[in-house]
């Protein structure tokens, strides 16, 4: 039912259909691992958009002039899986199709590894974040690192910042209550009610909408609120799953993640769509 509401509401262009000018939005997807399946997987795909996550990226690109941004970790693993599989083992076979997707594609670091720690030490935080931009520049390109970051949880305290050489924006919770980085409770107020603050060269910018399964997303954006900058976000695993995750899952239990992943596929792509006819111009915020 859900799918269908949502391919009916596509009937008529309404590109231009909510007003104003000079409207941008910064479209990103936490949480991606999609570069542990072309480590394992790289003799499966001779290109980068045989991947059919990549794939579905490309086709929002070409249909809707979409510009995307990949947050991801340095090592790759999960409760099924160690961390041995590392961002720096990546094949160069598919720099060449990164190059040419260099307009629309970024890819920022997100976390040493999926698994939260409030306890990462600052060499690790630093030479993770080091080790995963060296990586992005070989096995794509330079140019293709997000000066633009959303942090796992997130979490940096002052310490971990200023690690972070050559970032000029951080993305804040899209929770009223939630605390971001170091800002303070006076801070995270301002920058929550969509006023951009600086401190120590960064700015910190509200995350305004959340996908993730929810349909409602698709009337907010409507009436976004104040401000020409619209940030919007959501998961990788809301997307796409990985299959090595399906052997200890039951039939039922693979019915329902292929489910919710064509739902959410669906809901994603209506985003897209809705902020293309709206007249945002996607960006990266650089």
């Not at 040419?100 to 939260?116: Q, T």
């Not at 329902?256 to 996607?282: M, P, Q």
Request: some cysteine; hydrophobic content about 35%.
């Amino acid at each position: 039912m859900l799918i269908t509401s949502l391919m009916c509401s596509c009937g008529r262009d309404r590109r231009g259909e909510v007003t104003g000018g000079n409207k941008v939005v910064h479209l990103s997807i936490d949480d991606v691992e999609v570069f542990g399946d072309l480590i394992r997987h790289q003799q499966d795909y001779d290109s980068l958009f045989q991947h059919p996550f990549m794939a579905f990226l490309q086709e929002l690109h070409s249909g809707y002039g979409m510009r995307v941004t990949l947050y991801t970790y340095e090592s790759f693993g999960d409760i099924y899986r160690d961390d041995s599989t590392r961002i720096e083992d990546m094949p160069q076979k598919y720099k060449s199709d990164f190059r040419r997707a260099s307009d629309w594609l970024r890819i920022g670091f997100h976390s040493p590894r999926a698994k939260f720690d409030s306890i990462v030490t600052v060499t690790e935080f630093r030479d993770s974040y080091n080790n995963v931009n060296s990586a992005i520049a070989r096995f794509a390109d330079s140019s293709m690192i997000a000066s633009t970051l959303r942090l796992h949880y997130f979490f940096a305290p002052d310490s971990l910042l200023k690690v972070l050489t050559g970032v000029r924006t951080l993305l804040c919770a899209d929770d009223k209550d939630r605390l971001s980085y170091n800002l303070t409770t006076s801070e995270a107020k301002t920058v929550w009610n969509r006023v951009r603050i600086t401190k120590n060269d960064i700015s910190y910018i509200r995350t305004d909408l959340r996908i993730d399964g929810n349909p409602g997303v698709l009337d907010d954006l409507r009436h976004p609120g104040t401000g020409d900058t619209l940030v919007v976000f959501t998961h990788e695993w809301e997307l796409w799953h990985n299959p090595e995750t399906d052997s200890t899952r039951g039939i039922a239990g693979k019915i329902k993640i292929l489910t919710s992943e064509c739902v959410n596929k669906v809901l994603f792509k209506e985003t897209v769509k809705r902020l293309y006819e709206y007249g945002y111009d996607f960006s990266f915020l650089e």
